[in-house]
Nanobody, 119 residues
Framework: QVNVEESGGGLVQSGGSLRLSCTAS????????MQWYRQAAGNERELIAT??????????DSVKGRFTGSITSRDNIKMTGDLQISSLTPEDTGLYYC??????????WGLGTQVTVSS
């Protein structure tokens, strides 16, 4: 079992930035990766970033060049990561989720952190 928790959301003006953080604790496998999703009200959950140790980060076209993800620390019982989100617009408003994906054990989700961008 892996416990996942996001933090760092909030209210920000258009053009502003936030740094979201994700902490995953439990057993962390060597090939486990961290993914960020967001869900706007009435919309499907959207994959926006994938980061992992030893791999190039991947981003959705909608956030490429504005969002930057990274793994900040990792051992076999804990992994932490950040998602720097910048040049925000009201269209970036939504609930941001962190997910840990393990090729062997499945996926583990956090409860999300709300980001609201005012115009």
């Amino acid at each position: 079992q892996v416990n996942v928790e996001e933090s760092g959301g909030g209210l920000v003006q258009s053009g502003g930035s936030l740094r979201l953080s994700c902490t995953a604790s439990g057993y962390i496998g060597r090939k486990d990766i961290m993914q960020w999703y967001r869900q706007a009200a009435g919309n499907e959950r959207e994959l926006i970033a994938t980061v992992g140790v030893g791999r190039a980060p991947e981003y959705a076209d909608s956030v490429k060049g504005r969002f930057t993800g990274s793994i900040t620390s990792r051992d076999n019982i804990k992994m932490t990561g950040d998602l720097q989100i910048s040049s925000l617009t009201p269209e970036d408003t939504g609930l941001y989720y962190c997910k840990i994906f393990s090729p062997l054990r499945g996926e583990y989700w956090g409860l999300g952190t709300q980001v609201t961008v005012s115009s």
